[in-house]
T-cell receptor
Framework: AQSVTQLGSHVSVSEGALVLLRCNYS??????LFWYVQYPNQGLQLLLK??????LVKGINGFEAEFKKSETSFHLTKPSAHMSDAAEYFC???????????FGAGTRLTVKP | GAVVSQHPSRVICKSGTSVKIECRSL??????MFWYRQFPKQSLMLMAT?????????EQGVEKDKFLINHASLTLSTLTVTSAHPEDSSFYIC???????????FGQGTRLTVV
């Protein structure tokens, strides 16, 4: 079984500041890891994913995340926040060998002008 | 990327009636689709896994007689909320993955309001 913990249900940063959203996972088999973004009343859009290979993955809108197996973490970062980054962010984990995908509780990012 | 289309995006129904929500994979075949429910400012709760040609697998605590799932083809899964009550009001989202090495693609979601 796998699970995801997102530390901090709400993160607030100033425009131009570093964004750091934390995600720790638990999985009994090698995991695939994902970050999704959700805007109000919409579905989820993929930001980036880790399956195999390079542990530092780059996604859309300037986001990136690093898979750290020793820390069971997959934190999401962006060097400089933009107002348009304000949204809900979900980390998700899936075993490499089946379709089951589990989501964290989500982190609401607020960007202050 | 792959596209998953969900319809309707919004629906209002009266208590006691049934509502059907459709989820279609437009450019890939999906033997498995997933249905989630999301309460305001909360995460996605997996309700059930929809399997083409067989019965859905429901998560613990989800009433299968209330939330009927049919996966009649490789591109279509439907969720029917039967005898809807106001507490069924929520945001319902479906997803599908073309294969294990790809991410899940999500429908746009359906905002259900039961009055």
């Amino acid at each position: 079984a796998q699970s995801v913990t997102q530390l901090g249900s709400h993160v607030s940063v100033s425009e131009g500041a570093l964004v750091l959203l934390r995600c720790n996972y638990s999985s009994s088999v090698p995991p695939y890891l994902f970050w999704y973004v959700q805007y109000p009343n919409q579905g989820l859009q993929l930001l980036l994913k880790y399956t195999t290979g390079a542990t530092l993955v780059k996604g859309i809108n300037g986001f990136e995340a690093e898979f750290k197996k020793s820390e069971t973490s997959f934190h999401l970062t962006k060097p400089s926040a933009h107002m348009s980054d304000a949204a809900e962010y979900f980390c998700a984990v899936s075993p490499y060998n089946n379709n089951d995908m589990r989501f964290g509780a989500g982190t609401r990012l607020t960007v202050k002008p | 990327g792959a596209v998953v289309s969900q319809h309707p995006s919004r629906v209002i129904c009266k208590s006691g009636t049934s509502v059907k929500i459709e989820c279609r994979s437009l450019d890939f075949q999906a033997t498995t689709m997933f249905w989630y429910r999301q309460f305001p400012k909360q995460s996605l709760m997996l309700m059930a896994t929809s399997n083409e040609g067989s019965k859905a697998t429901y998560e613990q605590g989800v009433e299968k007689d209330k939330f009927l799932i049919n996966h009649a083809s490789l591109t279509l899964s439907t969720l029917t909320v039967t005898s809807a009550h106001p507490e069924d009001s929520s945001f319902y989202i479906c997803s599908a993955r073309p294969d294990l090495n790809t991410e899940a693609f999500f429908g746009q979601g359906t905002r259900l309001t039961v009055v």
